[in-house]
C-alpha cells in the first residue's frame, strides 16, 4: 500500500456530485434521447426508471458497499474482501476497463472541445445541412487537430487527479456539475420557447405503449446499465472515499436520480429544437452523428431567425459536452491511477503521469484510426471501434454480472448489511430486496445485455 495519507470526500454533498459526474456522461446525451424517441417517449422512460430502479441501483449500491467497506482501490477490494480467490480479476477487470475507455473516450472529449472553438468563433453561422458531414469529416481526418485537443483534455483531466480527492475530484465536481444543470436549464428553457416545441414535448413525453416489447425492454436495461457507468471500477473507488457516515443507499438513489434528469433533460434540449427545425431523428442519429453532424445543423436551423441566440446556445450546447466529458474522464483516470498508486506503492503524482502518458499513447492510435490508420482493421473494425466494442459490450456488462453474483452470493451479509445500515445507526427495510435482486434478478438480466450484444443469441 501506498504510504501516502488517504483522503476521503469532504462533505455528502461532495460525494454525491463526484459519483453523479462519473455516471454522467455523454452517454445521457448522444443515445438516452434517440432510444427514447424511438420507443414510445414516456413510455420508454416509464421502462428506462424501472430498470434503474430494479437493476442499476442494487448494483451501484453493491459498488459502494465493495468500495467503502475496504477503502482501497476497486482491485485491491476483491483481494480483500476475498483473499487468494480469484474473485480479483473482477477488480483488475474494472481497472482494465477504465483504463481502455478513458483512452479512446478522451478522443470523444477533444472533439467536444474543437467544437467549443467553432461555436465561439461562430463557425457555424451560414452553414446548410449538407455542409456539417464534411466539417466534422475533415476535423477527425486530421492528423494533428483532434491530437492536439485529446492531449489538452488529457493535461486538464491529470491536473484535477493529482490535485487528490479533496482539493481535485471533489471540489471540481461541485463546480462543475452545478454548472452542468444550469447550463442545462438555459438550453432547455431556450430550446422549449421555440415555435413548434410542443410537438417535440409531445413527442418526448407522450407514451405509446404500443411500442413496447422485449426488444424495447432490453435496450432500455442495456440504457440503465450504461448510464449510470455500471461494472467500471469509477464508482467503487469513488466509494473508497466516502465517509463512514455516508448514507449508502440514499447516495445511490440521489446519483440515480441526477443522472435519470440529465437524460430526460437532454430529450428536452433536443427534440422541440429538431421539431422546429423540421428535422427527423433516425437510428443513424445515435451517438457522434447527432452530436457534431446533426445538432450543429439543427440548431442553426432552429433558432438562425435570432443568430445571437443561435450562436450562444450552440456554445453553451458543447460547453454542456465538455463539462459532461471531463467528469466522466476524471472518474476513470481516478480508477487506474488509485489502482497504480496503492497496489505498486507509487506516489499519486507518478501514478497519474503514467496512467496518463499511456492512455495518451494510445489515444493518439485511436485518434489516428479517423485518419492515416484508418485503413487498419482488428476482427473488421477499427482500432477506435474494437476499444469501444470490447469494453461497451464485454467488459462492463461481464464486471457488472460477477459484481452482483459476488455481493449477493459471496459477500459476507453481515458486512453487506452493516455498510448499508452504517453499521445499525440507519433502519433500512430492503436489505432482503436488493439481495433477492443481486442474487436472482441482475444476473440473468445482465447475462440476457450480454448474449445480445455480441449476436450470441438474438431474444427478440
Known amino acids: 500500500m501506498s504510504k501516502e495519507i488517504r483522503e476521503n470526500f469532504g462533505s455528502k454533498i461532495g460525494a454525491v456530485l463526484a459519483a453523479a459526474g462519473s455516471a454522467v456522461g455523454l452517454g445521457n446525451i448522444w443515445r438516452f434521447p434517440i432510444e427514447t424517441g424511438q420507443n414510445g417517449g414516456a413510455a420508454f422512460i416509464i421502462v428506462y426508471i424501472l430498470c434503474v430502479a430494479i437493476l442499476g441501483l442494487p448494483i451501484m449500491i453493491s459498488e459502494f458497499i465493495i468500495g467503502r467497506h475496504t477503502h482501497t482501490n476497486t482491485a485491491g477490494a476483491y483481494r480483500k474482501l476475498a483473499p487468494g480467490t480469484q474473485w480479483k480479476w473482477v477488480g483488475r477487470l474494472g481497472v482494465l476497463s477504465g483504463?481502455?475507455?478513458?483512452?479512446?473516450?478522451?478522443?470523444?472529449?477533444?472533439?467536444?472541445?474543437?467544437?467549443?472553438?467553432?461555436?465561439?468563433y461562430n463557425s457555424f453561422d451560414g452553414k446548410t445541412a449538407t455542409d456539417f458531414p464534411a466539417i466534422f469529416t475533415n476535423f477527425v481526418s486530421n492528423p494533428w487537430k483532434p491530437l492536439i485537443w485529446m492531449l489538452l483534455f488529457m493535461i486538464v483531466t491529470h491536473i484535477i487527479v493529482i490535485r487528490g480527492v479533496k482539493g481535485g475530484i471533489e471540489k471540481f465536481?461541485?463546480?462543475?456539475?452545478?454548472?452542468?444543470?444550469i447550463i442545462m436549464m438555459v438550453l432547455a428553457i431556450c430550446s422549449i420557447s421555440l415555435p413548434g416545441a410542443s410537438q417535440g414535448l409531445?413527442?418526448?413525453?407522450?407514451?405509446?405503449?404500443?411500442?413496447?416489447?422485449?426488444?424495447?425492454?432490453?435496450?432500455?436495461?442495456?440504457?440503465?446499465?450504461?448510464?449510470?457507468?455500471?461494472?467500471?471500477?469509477?464508482?467503487?473507488?469513488?466509494?473508497?472515499?466516502?465517509?463512514?457516515?455516508?448514507?449508502?443507499?440514499?447516495?445511490?438513489?440521489?446519483?440515480?436520480?441526477?443522472?435519470?434528469f440529465v437524460a430526460i433533460m437532454s430529450g428536452f434540449?433536443?427534440?422541440?429544437?429538431?421539431?422546429?427545425?423540421?428535422?427527423?431523428?433516425?437510428?443513424n442519429d445515435i451517438g457522434p452523428s447527432l452530436l457534431f453532424i446533426t445538432l450543429p445543423n439543427v440548431f442553426q436551423q432552429a433558432f438562425g431567425n435570432i443568430p445571437l441566440l443561435s450562436y450562444i446556445v450552440s456554445i453553451l450546447f458543447y460547453l454542456l459536452l465538455v463539462v459532461a466529458a471531463l467528469t466522466s474522464t476524471i472518474s476513470m483516470h481516478e480508477v487506474v491511477t488509485a489502482y497504480l498508486s496503492e497496489e505498486f506503492n507509487l506516489s499519486r503524482h507518478k501514478a497519474a503521469l503514467m496512467v496518463t502518458a499511456a492512455c495518451s499513447t494510445i489515444g493518439i492510435f485511436c485518434s489516428l484510426s479517423f485518419g492515416p490508420l484508418n485503413g487498419i482493421q482488428l476482427f473488421g473494425m477499427s482500432i477506435f471501434d474494437l476499444f469501444d466494442y470490447i469494453?461497451?459490450?464485454?467488459?462492463?456488462?461481464?464486471?457488472?454480472?460477477?459484481?452482483?453474483?459476488?455481493?449477493?452470493?459471496?459477500?459476507?451479509?453481515?458486512?453487506?448489511?452493516?455498510?448499508?445500515?452504517?453499521?445499525?445507526?440507519?433502519?433500512?427495510?430492503?436489505?432482503?430486496?436488493?439481495i433477492f435482486v443481486l442474487r436472482y434478478i441482475a444476473p440473468i438480466a445482465i447475462a440476457i445485455i450480454l448474449l445480445n450484444q455480441l449476436g450470441i443469441f438474438k431474444f427478440f
Open 173 to 181: 465536481s461541485k463546480i462543475m456539475m452545478p454548472a452542468l444543470f
Open 391 to 434: 469494453s461497451s459490450n464485454i467488459f462492463l456488462p461481464v464486471g457488472g454480472m460477477f459484481i452482483a453474483i459476488f455481493t449477493g452470493w459471496y459477500l459476507d451479509k453481515q458486512i453487506v448489511k452493516n455498510e448499508i445500515s452504517n453499521n445499525g445507526t440507519l433502519r433500512i427495510h430492503y436489505l432482503k430486496l436488493v
Open 269 to 283: 434540449i433536443i427534440f422541440p429544437a429538431v421539431f422546429n427545425a423540421g428535422y427527423t431523428l433516425n437510428s
Open 99 to 120: 483504463f481502455i475507455i478513458l483512452s479512446y473516450y478522451s478522443v470523444v472529449a477533444g472533439w467536444t472541445a474543437e467544437y467549443t472553438k467553432l461555436s465561439i
Open 202 to 260: 409531445e413527442f418526448l413525453l407522450k407514451p405509446d405503449f404500443s411500442k413496447i416489447n422485449g426488444s424495447t425492454i432490453l435496450s432500455a436495461m442495456g440504457q440503465a446499465f450504461f448510464s449510470l457507468s455500471l461494472g467500471l471500477g469509477c464508482l467503487c473507488t469513488y466509494a473508497s472515499y466516502f465517509r463512514s457516515d455516508t448514507n449508502i443507499g440514499k447516495t445511490a438513489l440521489n446519483v440515480s436520480i441526477i443522472d435519470t
